[in-house]
């Protein structure tokens, strides 16, 4: 199953920490520029991709896309043979 992580539009942030507030993981803050306030994702990994932080946000500045796959996946274990059949080794 794929999973979603948010991406936050910076030109269209507002700055109402709404987002900030409905994260569970507290994956939020607010970064400042110059005169401007935005909310940014910190510690993407973490993210379970529930969608809250989308959901909350009034004027649509973050959309839900789908992560990343990480550089280095974690090594997949062998099938198991099917019971009864013999496998030399
Ligand atoms: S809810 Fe939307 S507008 Fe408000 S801080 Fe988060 S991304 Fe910005
Ligand atoms: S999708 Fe859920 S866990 Fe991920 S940043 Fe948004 S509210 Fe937090």
Redesign the pocket.
């Known amino acids: 199953m794929a999973i979603?992580?948010?991406t936050i539009d910076a030109a269209r942030c507002s700055g109402c920490g709404r987002?900030i507030a409905?994260?569970?993981?507290?994956?939020?803050a607010f970064e400042t520029h110059e005169w401007k306030k935005t909310s940014v994702?910190h510690d993407?990994e973490?993210?379970?991709?529930?969608?809250?932080?989308?959901a909350n946000c009034a004027i649509d500045a973050?959309t839900?896309g789908q992560k990343p796959v990480s550089a280095n996946p974690l090594p997949v274990e062998p099938a198991s043979p099917p019971a009864g059949r013999f496998i030399p080794v």
């Open positions: 979603r992580i948010p987002c409905a994260c569970h993981l507290r994956l939020f994702l993407s973490r993210c379970s991709g529930c969608g809250k932080c989308a973050i839900m």
